[in-house]
């Protein structure tokens, strides 16, 4: 159980376009999902926080508008990138929690995007 | 100072030896308490959580938490070379907010 999906696993575009990577928890509703980012050596970073039916909360210097999440069914959120440039080119993953009161948060596959 | 702190490594291990990895947090109402393993170019996968003071074993794999002292540690037994990786220590800080806050990672080299 606890399988979370990404699609797609990589993606090239050109600067100023958007691209859309989805999130699916398989297995399970997850009510709360979280985007992350991580660049090459570096640890994860904490985008925003996804819930059901409700607008995403940002972390501070993260641009909402720029970054479009949504999360509009208990299996499904969506990060666009909206008008990418390529120091937005990096490894973006999300996870989902499971449930209960733990916290354990399973993470997809991730999404390698490289902006040319 | 950082919420989450993990020595960066390399730590490294011969084949078969015990490997320790440690991680300390600051903020002391934190109350779960997880490691990952991350691969190279690969996502997180969750090895272990731990709530309360003492150890947990799973396999090759015992978390220690001590809440008094904010650490928690993470042994693995007969150290085998797909262990090689880079071992994340989370917290979650309990503040209302269900995110994560991890730490920067120790990356784990297991020589054969």
């Known amino acids: 159980g606890a399988v979370v999906s990404q699609h797609p696993s990589r993606v090239i575009c050109k600067s100023g376009t958007s691209v859309k990577i989805e999130c699916r928890s398989l297995d399970f509703q997850a009510t709360t999902m979280f985007w992350y980012r991580q660049f090459p050596k570096q640890s994860l970073m904490l985008m925003a926080t996804?819930?059901?039916?409700?607008?995403?909360?940002?972390e501070q210097g993260v641009e909402k508008d720029k970054f479009l999440i949504n999360h509009a069914s208990l299996t499904l959120s969506t990060l666009t990138v909206t008008s990418a440039h390529p120091e937005d080119s990096s490894f973006y993953i999300c996870?989902?929690?499971?449930?209960?009161?733990?916290?354990?948060?399973?993470f997809g596959p991730g999404t390698r995007l490289t902006v040319l | 100072q950082k919420e989450v702190e993990q020595n960066s490594g390399p730590l490294s291990v011969p084949e078969g030896a015990i490997a320790s990895l440690n991680c300390t947090y600051s903020d002391r109402v934190s109350q779960s308490f997880f490691w990952y393993r991350q691969y190279s170019g690969k996502s997180p996968e969750l090895i272990m959580s731990?709530?309360?003071?003492g150890d947990k074993e799973d396999g090759r794999f015992t978390a220690q938490l001590n809440k008094a002292s904010q650490y928690v540690s993470l042994l693995i037994r007969d150290s085998q070379p797909s262990d090689s990786a880079t071992y994340l220590c989370?917290?979650?800080?309990?503040?209302?907010?269900?995110?994560?806050?991890f730490g920067s990672g120790t990356r784990l080299q297991v020589q054969p």
């Open positions: 731990i709530y309360s003071n």
């Open positions: 996804s819930n059901e039916g409700s607008k995403a909360t940002y």
């Open positions: 989370a917290v979650n800080p309990d503040t209302g907010r269900r995110a994560l806050t």
């Open positions: 996870s989902a929690i499971q449930g209960g009161g733990y916290n354990e948060q399973f």
